[in-house]
């Protein structure tokens, strides 16, 4: 007898999920920028069990260099300094399974938004690369499922991460799912990426978000060239809907890193010994000094430091909605927000990187 069944014990009912599917019969190039990306992800496609090396051991000792991904830098406090060298490598180890875990369950919601998309937009050149991306995003899964068990374990996914991609998955608007997953769910992976990848001395962790992350710098090059044509297109109505929606995407971020998934990451610390309150309280007493020596592109954080830049460059930042940025952010400890103003905040935000896998491998600023 066979085990395969229709229904799984790891699978959940279905998202209900609204969606027009376009039919295109123009087949001749429209967008170029589209169709020279399209050729250059079909060009790097790679094999994960060809490219990587999966008989190597995690370097126990150069893992311990994997970033926590806390919005301020808590390995420097002194109550982590005064921590057991064995606790911290369990606490490195079981945070990096956590965050691990959430880009896993991250890539299979942008793998199946990417699989919408390919329905759901109208040009060709976009269906294309839409395409391409929703194999590329099947081989993130299938890299990141495959580290986490050499690591730990998968762990479940964050509730707030869970909610985003639920609220891009179910839109009807092809233009909300872009710029919901493309924008600000690629952005915050880019972030998260380029610091992970470039902290880390583990060679197989940075081996693997090497190639992912060259990946996902196509995948976002995809959603600013796109967007940043459809916009002009777009009545003031419909531009202000997509304002709104980018918003509220980013809002969602904001919360997920300054509680939710600190909560989760404080109950995963637990579990190896640490002391919530006690560690609380230091980070308390410290914040100055923390934040006194971050760089000031990791004091942005993803959303006012790669997300918000982003938008902008694609028409989606009027002063109307970068008040309602200011405003969270201001109100958000771990948003952060630099400018007093409007007017600063603008002002203030850096430029999206030209060359965003050179910023991404830390080749360029």
């Known amino acids: 007898m066979s085990d395969f069944t229709l229904d799984t014990p790891t699978q959940e009912p279905g998202l209900g999920t609204a969606m027009k599917i376009v039919y295109q019969w123009n087949y001749e190039p429209e967008i170029d920028e589209l169709r020279n990306l399209y050729v250059k992800a079909a060009e790097a496609q790679w094999v994960a069990g060809r490219e990587i090396d999966w008989d190597r051991t995690i370097d126990r000792d150069k893992f311990a260099t ?19 060298p064995e606790q911290v490598w369990e606490i490195t180890r079981k945070t990096a399974s956590f965050r691990l875990s959430n880009f896993l369950h991250g890539e299979q919601g942008a793998l199946m938004v990417a699989a919408q998309l390919v329905n759901a937009v109208p040009h060709t050149d976009a269906k294309f690369y839409a395409a391409t991306q929703t194999m590329d ?78 990946d996902e710098s196509r995948h976002h090059a995809y959603g600013v060239q796109y967007i940043e044509r459809c916009v002009p297109c777009l009545s003031d109505d419909e531009r202000e809907e997509i304002e709104d929606f980018a918003v509220e ?11 939710g998934l600190f909560n989760d990451i404080l109950k995963v610390w637990g579990e190896a010994g640490v002391d919530p309150n006690e560690l609380l309280l230091c980070i308390n007493a410290e914040r100055d000094d923390l934040l006194r020596d971050m760089p000031r592109g990791q004091r942005l954080g993803p959303v006012q430091g790669f997300v918000i830049p982003t938008l902008r460059r694609c028409g989606l930042l009027s002063e109307r909605v970068a008040a309602k940025y200011h405003e969270f952010l201001s109100a958000n400890p771990a948003g952060n927000a630099f400018g007093k103003t409007v007017q600063e905040f603008l002002r203030d935000l850096p430029d999206l990187p030209e060359d965003t896998a050179a910023w991404l491998m830390g080749e360029a600023h």
Not at 68 to 74: A, W
Not at 141 to 170: H, M, T
Not at 194 to 199: A, D, Q, S, T
Not at 249 to 259: G, Y
């Open 66 to 84: 994997t970033p926590l991904g806390t919005p301020l830098p808590i390995e420097k406090t002194s109550y982590w300094k005064s921590l057991r």
């Open 249 to 259: 995407c980013a809002r969602m971020l904001i919360d997920i890193r300054s509680s």
């Open 137 to 214: 995003e099947a081989r993130h899964v299938e890299v990141f499922a495959r580290y986490i068990k050499k690591l730990d374990e998968v762990r479940p996914i964050a509730s707030g991460l869970r909610s985003i991609l639920d609220r891009i998955l179910a839109t009807d608007n092809w233009l909300h799912k872009l710029v919901g997953m493309q924008i600000v769910i690629e952005g915050l992976a880019l972030f998260s990426f380029k610091e992970m990848r470039n902290l880390t001395e583990e060679p197989l962790l940075r081996e693997l978000l090497t190639y992912v992350g060259r």
